[in-house]
T-cell receptor
């Protein structure tokens, strides 16, 4: 099983809503990532979890709140978002976040639209 | 300030010919480079990588060349096939930061049959 599964695939929310994006992997990876990708732009790193601890926060606004309940799951809680937060949110995982160079395994992404 | 640049937004190639996708970087701390391929409505998938101690890595139809002095790498696809049509992202990481990848903006490759 080499899959990273993201749900939902599409999400439309208002600026006052609270929603969550979910990511799951069963490859035994201990590093998990959230990336944000806007149209015609590269994926931009938001957060890295290493061994279920937040190791990198790329100065992301607090309206995005990550959570790693266990080594297989990664959530991104969304609250009071702005229309400019509309983007494709990609989850990725790899064996660990440092010491070994390797590829990230990406999910298909969650397409978020904020009205 | 983009540390990884793919200056060609798109490339069109005839089936059977060579596709060459280019990537430049500015951060001299980068020591590992990867190419990802992305189809519409899918996440990026890993294609090939190269460490800074090498200048070439080959995997089937795909070869990546690294020129450290020019801070330039390229991906060669020979022969190109219509199924190769996708967005190709160049990515880089610095050893001290492990797998924190920095991506280029991508190049859309269209292979015409």
């Amino acid at each position: 099983d080499t899959e990273v599964t993201q749900t939902p695939k599409h999400l439309v929310m208002g600026m006052t809503n609270k929603k969550s994006l979910k990511c799951e992997q069963h490859m035994g990876h201990r590093a998990m990532y959230w990336y944000k990708q806007k149209a015609k732009k590269p994926p931009e790193l938001m957060f890295v979890y290493s061994y279920e601890k937040l190791s990198i926060n790329e100065s992301v606004p607090s309206r995005f709140s990550p959570e790693c309940p266990n080594s297989s799951l990664l959530n991104l809680h969304l609250h009071a978002l702005q229309p400019e937060d509309s983007a494709l949110y990609l989850c990725a995982s790899t064996y660990r976040d440092r010491g070994v160079n390797g590829e990230l395994f990406f999910g298909e992404g969650s397409r978020l639209t904020v009205l | 300030d983009q540390q990884v640049k793919q200056n060609s937004p798109s490339l069109s190639v005839q089936e059977g010919r060579i596709s060459i996708l280019n990537c430049d970087y500015t951060n001299s701390m980068f020591d590992y480079f990867l190419w990802y391929k992305k189809y519409p409505a899918e996440g990026p998938t890993f294609l090939i990588s190269i460490s800074s101690i090498k200048d070439k890595n080959e995997d089937g139809r795909f070869t990546v060349f690294l020129n450290k002095s020019a801070k330039h790498l390229s991906l060669h696809i020979v022969p190109s096939q219509p199924g190769d049509s996708a967005v190709y992202f160049c990515a880089a990481s610095a050893g001290v930061e492990g797998n924190k990848l920095v991506f280029g903006a991508g190049t859309i490759l269209r292979v015409k049959s």
